[in-house]
Nanobody, 116 residues
């Protein structure tokens, strides 16, 4: 059974940091690119960052320099380190696993709230 389980969300003050984790099971994690998306209340889901199976990374412009995506294939886990958080980063964060020719997988999301 395929599972993606996000964790690490919570309430943080502006300027603070959080590290999100996405634990994967039920598929060959190392063969999949991993992506993080987020969805703020009343807004569409937006792409945040991605890391390929070969460890190439990419970021949405507004996250560049503040967020870092990484993966540990030995632990079947992807991470999103978020620094210098802003109130506008408040959203539910989702991880996504993709591989050409295969159906994508999604986690259930973890809430991040940036507020003083």
């Amino acid at each position: 059974q395929v599972q993606l389980v996000e964790s690490g969300g919570g309430l943080v003050q502006p300027g603070g940091s959080l590290r999100l984790s996405c634990a994967a099971s039920g598929f060959t994690f190392s063969s999949y690119a991993m992506r993080w998306y987020r969805q703020a209340a009343g807004k569409e889901r937006e792409w945040v960052a991605g890391i390929s199976a070969g460890d190439s990374t990419s970021y949405a412009d507004s996250m560049l320099g503040r967020f870092t995506i990484s993966r540990d294939n030995g632990k079947n886990t992807a991470y999103l380190q978020m620094n210098s958080l802003k109130p506008e980063d408040t959203a539910v964060y989702y991880c996504n696993a993709v591989r050409a020719g295969h159906s994508p997988y999604w986690g259930q999301g973890t809430q991040v709230t940036v507020s003083s």
